[in-house]
């Protein structure tokens, strides 16, 4: 077990560092189209040869449209949405957001599947947006005394439910493939979502560090860990230990960044995680 809470909480520190990384590329000159569509590119290859090694290449061609679908969504509008909220409201910002993802699950659920919602579910969902209202009301730095703005709410939230895929769509795909195999190919797919719509500049040697540590550190090396935590934790527990994402990106914004919420920021902030832990004991 403490090995599979190792693994867990590096994955969450590894995701909860993107904003610091992406932070520092957009000080470079980059854009977040430009850098969504880098992160796909160089976190390919170590997809793929994980994926070759452990001999894991299957594609079952009824799922072509499904890996297009989730490709478009899941990588591409869901990298390209999570780094304007960076830009827009700031790492910890962009990073309690993209947890109101189980939120999106309930809501979809309800409306596609017809789940039932649960008293529990509809105060998850009550709490998310209580949260995400107080947040919008402080910004992502609340030194700069200005609310934050509807570009970063909307980015912000549209992370949000493009992760949610990863609750839905990944639930399908992983009966059939494994992490490796399913990026192998939805990550091409997803660059090529992003590339008409990339403006490339000129980018100096710290501009192509901050690419490969986005890639390398906070996609690669954390989906690794997430998953070699699998192995040793329930999908549950794993789940919870990961809601430490945020807080390590709230602390490593405010060390390094200097963004911080007002009090009710960080009110609102721990609504949308307490939201996301009753989501989690409720399945």
Request: hydrophobic content about 55%.
């Amino acid at each position: 077990m403490s090995a599979g809470y190792f693994f867990i909480i590096s994955a969450a520190t590894c995701w909860g560092l993107i904003g610091i990384f992406s932070s520092f590329a957009f000080s470079q000159g980059m854009e977040p189209m430009e850098i969504a569509f880098w992160r796909a590119c160089l976190t390919w290859p170590c997809f793929a040869v994980q994926a070759f090694i452990q001999k894991e290449t299957s594609l079952d061609k009824k799922d072509i449209p499904l890996f297009l679908l989730f490709a478009l969504f899941g990588i591409s509008l869901f990298y390209i949405s999570y780094l304007f909220a960076v830009k827009t409201g700031g790492a910890a910002f962009a990073a309690v957001l993209l947890y109101t993802a189980p939120a999106w699950v309930v809501v979809v659920a309800f409306f596609v599947y017809k789940e039932k919602l649960t008293w529990i579910k509809m105060m998850a969902v009550a709490l998310v947006v209580l949260g995400v209202f107080l947040i919008s009301k402080t910004g992502g730095n609340a030194g700069s005394g200005v609310s934050i703005g509807l570009t970063a709410i909307l980015a912000g939230l549209t992370s949000g439910f493009c992760y949610s895929l990863y609750y839905t769509m990944g639930k399908y795909f992983s009966n059939k493939y494994t992490s490796a195999n399913l990026f192998l190919y939805v990550l091409p797919l997803g660059a090529l979502g992003i590339l008409p719509f990339v403006d490339f500049v000129h980018k100096t040697p710290q501009a192509w560090l901050a690419l490969i540590a986005v890639s390398i550190i906070s996609t690669f090396i954390a989906n690794y860990c997430y998953y070699q935590g699998l192995k040793y934790l329930e999908a549950g527990r794993a789940s919870i230990v990961a809601t430490l994402e945020p807080v390590v990106a709230a602390m490593t914004a405010y060390i390094f960044l200097g963004e911080y919420f007002t009090p009710f920021g960080y009110l609102g902030a721990g609504l949308i995680i307490a939201a996301v832990i009753a989501t989690i004991y409720e399945n």
